[in-house]
């Protein structure tokens, strides 16, 4: 017998990044898992399955987030006057340190998948710590929370403190075992993500190392790229062979060329730096309300999006201060004004459309067919219930999904669908 499940709403959703897909009052047909189709009027065939009617609720496909740090959940909207670097010293490495003790990252890491779960998220791309047996804890909340994820051990053997810094061998030991410990769980839904953190934090042999295991366990690769200033200067000292800071990482083959690769920010990627990302598929994760709270400067988005480039949107938690994708959308439309007023005048600024897309289909690509409501996607699913945001004005569905865009949370996640089941 076929799994099917039938949801009834007003359904909205984006093939391309330019325009919406709307079908109102519409049943969309949930078949072993993956989307069978998009009924105005339900074919004679179907009649005999159950309907989960959601009345004049919302229905669109889950969101991506391409980038966020679980263990930086605990200090989420504070201490954001500081740039990445001294950011990253005097907020981030003392609270990343604190997960070497397994209890309180599972008393922390229980918080973040919880209220993971109940936000619109249905996959994300998530960093733990160098810590190996905590990285599991995080693994094993997420894995029973429902979600999609890939999931990092952070790799760093520089430019920490002692308590936040492996050995170099130490480093790359661990990230086996941590792979063996990860095939032993046979999990279903939580998947392995190489992680060196960034260029500063690894050295040029631990690169070498890691991309050894990378090759023999077939993994893709998460890290952070032209994100600030100071950083990308520190780079070019750090690596003095490399031509521009994404060259760092491809000299040693962690840069897309054989393995699915994100990079978080590409602030300021040079031309080179966007060629060579576009000739190895690198996704770029755009960050925009990081890209604020550290100062960093403002991502030539809408450019990536017209050349081509995969780009999904990233909450960067806690350079963000939110897990909430709809506010990463809002940010993003209105950085890119900023850079569009201020910056550059040759690209306007995003259009909802174009925000939403990177949330659910853009970002979602880097899990396969997710993101969408095109026959044989993923069946990602959220249904949204915009009552509490309701005026007493008639408003198309498209008007609801831009109010969303600016004003929704997790209080307007009314059920959540992750490859067919039902999760809240
Ligand atoms: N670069 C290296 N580590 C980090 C981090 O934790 N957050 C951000 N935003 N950038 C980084
Ligand atoms: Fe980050």
């Known amino acids: 017998m076929d799994d099917i499940k039938i949801l009834k709403g007003n359904i909205i959703y984006t093939k391309t990044k330019d325009e919406f897909e709307i079908c109102e009052h519409g049943y969309l047909v949930c078949k072993d898992g993956k989307v069978e189709g998009i009924y105005q009027t339900l074919p004679f065939r179907l009649g005999g399955e159950p309907i989960e009617d959601h009345g004049d609720c919302l229905i669109i496909p889950g969101m991506t987030d391409l980038h966020i740090h679980a263990p930086q959940y605990t200090f989420r909207g504070t201490g954001m006057d500081l740039e990445l670097l001294e950011w990253l010293e005097t907020n981030t490495f003392p609270e990343e340190a604190k997960y070497k003790d397994v209890l309180y990252a599972n008393e922390a890491y229980a918080k973040f ?183 960093s400067g403002i991502a030539p988005v809408k450019r990536y999006l017209e050349e081509g480039l995969s780009v999904g949107l990233g909450s960067d938690v806690a350079g963000g201060s939110t897990e909430n994708l709809f506010r990463a959308m809002a940010h993003a439309i209105q950085m890119s004004k900023m850079r569009w007023r201020l910056v550059d005048q040759k690209y306007p600024a995003l259009k909802s459309e174009e925000a939403f897309y990177m949330a659910t289909k ?57 490859r067919g089941n039902k999760i809240i």
């Open 113 to 295: 998948a919880k209220n993971l779960k109940h936000s619109s998220t249905t996959r994300a791309c998530v960093f733990g710590t160098i810590h190996r047996r905590s990285t599991l804890v995080l693994m094993d909340h997420l894995e029973r929370s429902g979600l999609v994820t890939m999931v990092g051990k952070v790799n760093m053997d520089r430019n920490s403190p002692d308590e936040l810094r492996e050995g170099t061998q130490e480093s790359a030991e661990e990230t086996v075992e941590w792979m063996k410990d990860v095939q032993h769980k046979k999990y279903k839904n939580t998947l392995p993500i190489l992680t060196p953190r960034f260029i500063p934090s690894c050295t040029d042999e631990l690169l070498d190392m890691l991309k050894m295991v990378q090759m023999r366990y077939q993994i893709p690769v998460q890290s952070h790229l032209s994100e600030n200033l100071s950083e990308i200067e520190w780079v070019k000292e750090l690596c003095p062979y490399a031509e521009f800071y994404g060259d760092a990482y491809d000299h040693f083959g962690l840069f897309g060329a054989d393995a699915p690769t994100v990079m978080a920010h590409c602030v300021y990627s040079t031309e080179e730096e966007i060629q060579r990302m576009k000739e190895n598929g690198v996704y770029v994760v755009h960050c925009p309300e990081s890209n604020e709270n550290l100062s």
């Open 362 to 418: 853009g970002g979602g690509s880097f899990f396969g067919k997710v993101g969408s409501f095109e026959e044989g996607y993923e069946f990602d699913a959220v249904v949204l219930d915009d009552s509490r945001l309701e005026s007493s004005r008639q408003m198309s569905v498209k008007d609801r999904l831009e109010r969303m865009i600016y004003l929704a949370d997790e209080r307007e996640v009314k059920a959540k669908y992750v």
